[in-house]
């Protein structure tokens, strides 16, 4: 059965302290894995999609990177604003575009 | 409109009572999406539009789920009967076509979500 696992379910940053979210999955055929950006009250927004293995793509202080078995999501120098849950997923239907499956997400706190 | 638009934002409502939610896509998007939301958890797939046919309802949780997308537009998920664990967000979301073509991003465009509550 496809999963998807996220860590830390918390994370608490000072403002400039680097740090990286981790999505680890098993699926039987991975077709993409996606990182959401989440604020309370709010629906996700898109942040980044991924391939295939040894990709990488970066937006501001975000870079998202991709192995046989895992994501992560590197966040460099944060500020208070990067201050949300980050959420993972992955496309394995080969039929069904958009039916993802979702980990849990990894909240982030970035205090000044 | 600008974005994914969903009413209510708020629903409050009493156990065994008919519930209906209304999605509003991304003008031009064939493909619409459901999905639930409860509180600390991913959101979890329902069902799949592609156009007005639901494409993939698999993950619909039992036959008291129902959702309608008579033109190809709006949608409604209407929920019969319910029960307090059907609490949760229900998020909505369109993209332009389904499966990216060309290396696309393929991202999906959620609303802010329709909050339920069975009391």
């Known amino acids: 059965e496809d999963q998807v696992t996220q860590s830390p379910e918390a994370l608490r940053l000072q403002e400039g302290e680097s740090s990286s979210l981790n999505c680890s999955y098993t699926?039987?055929?991975?077709?993409?894995l996606f990182w959401y950006r989440q604020d309370p009250g709010k629906g996700p927004e898109f942040l980044f999609t991924?391939?295939?293995a040894g990709e990488e793509k970066e937006k501001e202080r975000l870079k998202a990177t991709l192995t046989k078995k895992e994501s992560f999501l590197h966040i460099t120098a944060p500020k208070p604003e990067d201050s949300a849950t980050y959420l993972c997923?992955?496309?394995?239907?080969?039929?069904?575009?958009?039916?993802?499956?979702f980990g849990a997400g990894t909240q982030v706190v970035v205090t000044p | 409109g600008a974005g994914v638009s969903q009413t209510p934002s708020n629903k409050v409502t009493e156990k065994g009572k008919y519930v209906e939610l209304r999605c509003d896509p991304i003008?031009?998007?064939?493909?619409l999406y459901w999905y639930r939301q409860s509180l600390g958890q991913g959101p979890e797939f329902l069902i799949y539009?592609?156009?007005?046919?639901?494409?993939?309802d698999s993950g619909l949780p039992n036959d008291r789920f129902f959702a309608v997308r008579p033109e190809g537009s709006v949608s409604t998920l209407k929920i019969q009967r319910t029960e307090r664990g059907d609490s949760a967000v229900y998020l909505c979301?369109?993209?332009?076509?389904?499966?990216?073509?060309?290396?696309?991003?393929?991202?999906?465009?959620f609303g802010e979500g329709s909050r339920l509550t069975v009391l």
């Open positions: 979301a369109s993209s332009s076509r389904g499966q990216p073509s060309g290396g696309g991003t393929g991202e999906l465009f």
């Open positions: 699926v039987s055929g991975l077709r993409g």
């Open positions: 991924l391939y295939s």
């Open positions: 997923a992955v496309q394995a239907s080969p039929d069904s575009w958009g039916k993802f499956q």
């Open positions: 003008s031009g998007h064939t493909a």
């Open positions: 539009f592609q156009g007005t046919g639901a494409a993939d």
